[in-house]
């Protein structure tokens, strides 16, 4: 058994008897064997001691016991923090629409059926106004939400401050 496990124990073992402890002592026996007791022990060498501090008396409810607003928190910071979650939130989604936009404006660098002409003697073609019109639909598109992610970075600095 390690030594943490050995405190946790030996914490768990006496309850509340170790409330009203202060010293507890580290010793380890003849075969090796590390113990913990609030006494002395015969027989064992003594290896540390700790010193406990009582722990402070917990302001949470008892279980069951809705919790209890406190005076520092109020409805500022419930507000403030609804912002940030939603500007958190339009933040994310912002993102992932440039993202589909750059996608979507990738795949349309391939021009689709119909949009190439053949020139005259068949060796090369050129592409189409609607080609090109499609082209400049993706381009706004990508613009558009760059434009809405940088918004909501802006929203989101404001929430912030």
Excluded: C
């Excluded at 913990?36 to 402070?56: H, R, T």
């Excluded at 917990?58 to 419930?78: I, K, L, M």
């Excluded at 090369?124 to 918004?151: I, M, N």
Aim: aromatic share 4%; charged share 30%.
């Amino acid at each position: 058994m390690t030594a943490i496990k050995g405190i946790v124990a030996f914490i768990l073992a006496t309850g509340s008897s170790l409330a009203a402890a202060e010293t507890v002592y580290k010793y380890q026996r003849p075969d090796g064997k590390v113990i913990y007791s609030d006494s002395p022990v015969k027989g064992a060498k003594l290896i540390g001691q700790f010193e406990l501090v009582p722990a402070p008396a917990s302001a949470a409810p008892a279980r069951g016991e809705p919790p209890r607003p406190s005076a520092a928190t109020d409805d500022g910071a419930d507000s403030r923090a609804r912002a940030l979650e939603a500007a958190d939130a339009r933040l994310k989604a912002a993102d992932q629409a440039l993202k589909d936009a750059q996608e979507r404006q990738q795949q349309a660098v391939e021009p689709r059926p119909g949009e190439r002409l053949a020139n005259t003697g068949g060796a090369t073609s050129r592409l189409t106004p609607e080609y090109f019109a499609r082209q400049r639909a993706a381009e706004e598109e990508v613009d558009a939400a760059r434009s809405e992610l940088d918004e909501a970075y802006r929203a989101r600095n404001q929430a912030r401050e």
